[in-house]
């Protein structure tokens, strides 16, 4: 079993910044990949980052490259996700996961979820 538990959402102006936690408790966090998802009202879930158990791979979806940063620090089992330039188009509820196989990309790949943080971006 793994649990996790995001923080760091909030309410932000067009072109500003927030950095996001994922605090994982359970099983060794070291040995899953972790993602960032995000799901706006009346979308679907999409893949936003994944970073590689080691954090020597990372991974980025095209509409946040240059934009966000992912890292982890697995002594602390935690997961980051720095967001800088930030978009009304970025508003969503932000999702932590972890992944054990399959795909970076999809959702189906994801064997445990945080409860979310809303980030909101305005105009």
């Known amino acids: 079993q793994v649990q996790l538990v995001e923080s760091g959402g909030g309410l932000v102006q067009a072109g500003g910044s927030l950095r996001l936690s994922c605090a994982a408790s359970?099983?060794?966090?070291?040995?899953?990949?972790m993602g960032w998802f995000r799901q706006a009202p009346g979308k679907e879930r999409e893949f936003v980052v994944a970073?590689?158990?080691?954090?020597?791979?990372?991974y980025y979806a095209d509409s946040v490259k240059g934009r966000f940063t992912i890292s982890r620090d697995n002594a602390k089992n935690t997961v980051y996700l720095q967001m800088n330039s930030l978009k009304p188009e970025d508003t969503a509820v932000y999702y932590c996961?972890?992944?054990?196989?399959?795909?970076?990309?999809?959702?189906?790949?994801?064997?445990?979820w945080g409860q979310g943080t809303q980030v909101t971006v305005s105009s």
């Open positions: 996961a972890a992944r054990s196989g399959g795909s970076y990309y999809t959702v189906e790949s994801y064997d445990y």
């Open positions: 359970g099983r060794t966090f070291s040995k899953y990949t």
């Open positions: 970073i590689s158990w080691s954090g020597g791979s990372t």
